[in-house]
């Protein structure tokens, strides 16, 4: 039995969180970042990923980089898809085209243009939507949110893993390294009049780098309980929009992907489906993607405790 997401009609958290990414890839566009307009790209370069090794090996992005015309209709293909997916957020179909789409715009724009600056949460947000039936959308969703948390926690264990996390100095050297081509290239404003300021307080630069390390820290919670999922996403949105004007690094992509944590209700229903329970914090499956991810980050804390005890 095939239901709707949320089982009511009512979309409108999921429409807005969809918005989101719909917004994100417009600006990726508006700002020269799209298959059409990485037509002629002759080089590329990615890291040791089998994903990347599939996709790149298929000649997918070659295919699309080398014909303008394809890279228009993908371009378009996937505005439409989206526009779909706002209208209707319950057709899995959709999903099943637009999803894959985005991931090899994904790793056509890293592997062309050769860092990782782009984030992936665009793509995975529409995974808990390729499943009709409620009990897998449940679990996708759920598998998803553990992902998410997870992704977060870490990025604050691999902070803590280096020994100047905690120094005063470490952050404004950082942000010394960070803009000196916008130095020399005498492109100042009033992102590097701040930064001078943070290079010469380092007591306060230091202050919100360990800040930084705290709320992602405070993802760990979601593992326990989801009264504060809310919470959680305001935090890491704090997070992301200061160091976007701090650190210059954008977080077009993953906006989409944290407002998943205010779906919820409308992704997860109580109702029963031929007799089973759909409440997913209850079956098996849920609790083994909870205990392989606690499972992971316990292992990544005690690399960091015996990589400390080492260097004593």
Not at 28 to 51: I, K, T, Y
Not at 57 to 81: E, M, R
Not at 120 to 145: C, D, H, Q, S
Not at 227 to 246: E, G, P
């Amino acid at each position: 039995m095939n239901l709707p997401v949320a089982h009511t009609g009512n979309y409108k958290r999921i429409r807005f969180a969809a918005a989101i990414v719909f917004t994100e890839l417009l600006l990726m566009m508006f700002s020269g970042v799209s298959f059409s307009q990485l037509n002629g790209a002759a080089f590329f370069s990615f890291e040791a990923d089998p994903l990347y090794w599939i996709i790149f090996g298929l000649k997918i992005p070659q295919t699309i980089i080398q014909h303008l015309w394809i890279g228009v209709i993908a371009d378009i293909l996937v505005l439409l898809l989206l526009i779909l997916f706002l209208r209707n957020p319950g057709s899995n179909k959709i999903v099943w085209i637009l999803m894959p789409l985005l991931l090899i715009l994904y790793v056509t724009i890293t592997g062309y243009l050769a860092h990782r600056n782009f984030q992936a949460g665009y793509v995975w947000f529409f995974f808990p939507f390729l499943f009709a039936k409620t009990v897998n959308r449940n679990f996708a969703y759920e598998a998803t949110r553990y992902f998410l948390l997870f992704f977060y926690v870490s990025a604050a264990v691999l902070k803590l893993s280096n020994n100047l996390s905690f120094s005063p100095a470490h952050f404004s050297d950082f942000l010394v390294n960070q803009f000196s081509p916008y130095f020399l290239e005498s492109n100042t404003g009033w992102r590097t009049d701040l930064n001078l300021f943070l290079i010469q307080h380092k007591s306060f630069s230091g202050f919100l780098y360990v800040s930084s390390i705290v709320i992602e820290l405070l993802a760990l919670i979601g593992f326990f309980t989801k009264k504060y999922d809310r919470w959680i996403a305001f935090l890491l949105y704090a997070f992301h929009f200061t160091n976007w004007i701090i650190m210059d690094i954008a977080p077009i992509g993953q906006l989409g992907f944290l407002a998943l944590l205010f779906c919820r209700e409308q992704l997860i229903s109580p109702e029963k489906v031929k007799g089973q329970t759909s409440n997913f914090s209850k079956t098996a499956s849920y609790k083994y993607v909870k205990k392989v991810l606690l499972i992971q980050l316990l292992k990544n804390l005690c690399r960091l405790v015996r990589n400390k005890l080492k260097k004593l």
